[in-house]
């Protein structure tokens, strides 16, 4: 199986997720934790344009591109744009944060993966979240329908939040931290784990970084995660857990 078909594989299972157990509760892929909230340095999250390149089994496989800011109301803003035509994959994502606490207000995300497109949009007040979310088959022209409506542990992130602000979070040798994260695709709610396995020199076409290693291990796929020491940190490599597959970081 191509690195392109393991990847689809695992978005395909989200989807089936998304189509057949989301039902009236969130569904849970790992037990989540209780509250759990991850103090976030609010002067380490990033500011300005992020594009990483995708490298699959040697090869440039894709680009993502990620802008990130606070606005006039102090909340913080993520916008991931993902494409990936060899893996037939175009997602949009957008998250709205608490400036402070960031807590997740609102996230959409527009995603097309080979013959299905799904649409999300979630919202919260305080730990409760209300999703719509849409899945179209283009082949079959199944169109399925999920609303939610749902507590969550407090602290629990969005994917992209928690992984886009892996950097602002206190690092150190051996640290480990532990938060649970909900995958605005599908639903599901992770207890995720990161872990401070050591430094290490990377080499990315931004330049040349000593960074800490950040693995993550729940969510799947798994990944490390490599943040620049120097302040403020930056994230300059992801390499996906079983997979001959990284994001690079193209310019500083």
């Not at 060899?86 to 994502?93: A, D, P, R, S």
């Not at 990161?194 to 950040?214: K, L, Q, R």
Request: hydrophobic fraction near 40%; charged fraction near 20%; avoid cysteine.
């Amino acid at each position: 199986m191509t690195m392109a078909m393991q990847l689809r594989t695992a978005l395909y299972a989200s989807i089936i997720l998304a189509t057949a157990s989301i039902g009236s509760a969130l569904a849970a892929e790992d037990t989540p934790l209780a509250a759990k909230p991850v103090p976030i340095d609010r002067a380490q999250a990033f500011v300005g344009k992020q594009q990483f390149q995708v490298i699959s089994n040697g090869q440039q496989a894709g680009m993502i591109t990620v802008h990130s800011r606070f606005n006039e109301k102090g909340q913080y803003l993520i916008h991931d744009h993902s494409e990936s035509e060899v893996m037939g994959v175009l997602e949009e994502i957008f998250v709205v944060m608490d400036g402070d606490s960031f807590a997740p207000l609102r996230s959409q995300v527009h995603a097309r993966m080979g013959d299905h497109y799904i649409d999300a949009n979630w919202q919260w007040q305080d730990d409760l979240a209300d999703s719509q979310i849409e899945i179209y088959n283009f082949a079959s022209g199944e169109h399925r329908h999920r609303a939610l409506s749902e507590s969550m542990p407090a602290g629990t992130l969005t994917r992209a939040g928690a992984l886009y602000l892996a950097n602002a979070m206190d690092l150190s040798e051996n640290k480990v931290i532990e938060l649970n994260w909900l995958n605005t695709l599908n639903g599901q709610i992770s207890a995720i784990t990161y872990t401070v396995t050591g430094s290490a020199e990377i080499s990315v076409p931004a330049g040349n970084f000593d960074t800490w290693a950040v693995v993550q291990e729940g969510g799947q796929p798994g990944n490390t995660i490599y943040v620049s020491k120097d302040s403020p940190r930056r994230i300059v490599r992801f390499d996906v857990t079983g997979m001959d597959m990284r994001l690079e970081l193209m310019e500083r």
